[in-house]
């Protein structure tokens, strides 16, 4: 398996972090701690879209060509 790089090791950090929140997230919940719960939760969700547009946009190569963007 090869080392990431550029977009692909970016991906991969935001994904890790993702999951470290995701577990976090859980851990909260499970021991019935509500102190900024909601908020977490609405952060990880948005979280978790945003990388999934990143994902899509960078598979259909969107922003390779100088002054595209992301959506």
């Known amino acids: ?9 970016l991906l ?5 972090r993702l999951n470290l929140l995701g577990f976090a ?7 019935g701690d509500r102190t900024h719960l909601e908020d977490m939760a ?6 978790v879209e945003l ?9 259909a190569g969107v922003g390779e ?3 595209q963007g992301l959506p």
């Open 65 to 67: 060509e100088p002054g």
């Open 25 to 31: 997230l859980h851990a909260y919940r499970r021991d």
């Open 42 to 47: 609405q952060a990880y969700e948005a979280a």
């Open 1 to 9: 398996m090869s080392q990431p790089e550029g977009d692909e090791l």
């Open 51 to 59: 990388v999934a547009r990143l994902d899509a946009s960078r598979r």
């Open 12 to 16: 991969h950090e935001l994904r890790n």
